[in-house]
Nanobody
Framework: VQLQASGGGLVQPGGSLRLSCVAA????????MAWYRQAPGKQRELVAA???????NYAESVKGRFAISRGSAENTVYLQMNSLKPEDTAVYYC??????????????WGQGTLVTVSS
């Protein structure tokens, strides 16, 4: 499964960005899509996740500011990030989980997209 994440960049504090991720390959079903982030010197952490049924969960630090959603195509996920803070600076990774066309479970990671929040 290949991932294409985009939308990162440099933004001032208080600004907004929208990240996109498209999963491609031998995908039978995606059960859950999530965004993680990793800041320099820190461990990777879950930012937000959404299930195939539409249930969502968020890290406490982003609740009320970030919103995860899925596109009309099941293999697409977005992360709308508002009221960005310098501590949101990190590489953001998309992580889909599901089944391949050969009914094997998968959990894929892409190269990530860098978000820098700075004045």
């Amino acid at each position: 499964v290949q991932l294409q994440a985009s939308g990162g960049g440099l933004v001032q504090p208080g600004g907004s960005l929208r990240l996109s991720c498209v999963a491609a390959g031998s995908i039978f079903r995606i059960n859950r899509m999530a965004w993680y982030r990793q800041a320099p010197g820190k461990q990777r952490e879950l930012v937000a996740a959404i299930t195939s049924g539409g249930s969502t969960n968020y890290a406490e630090s982003v609740k009320g500011r970030f919103a995860i959603s899925r596109g009309s195509a099941e293999n697409t996920v977005y992360l709308q990030m508002n009221s960005l803070k310098p501590e949101d600076t990190a590489v953001y990774y998309c992580n889909p989980e599901g089944l391949t066309t050969t009914q094997l479970p998968f959990s894929s990671w892409g190269q990530g997209t860098l978000v820098t929040v700075s004045s």
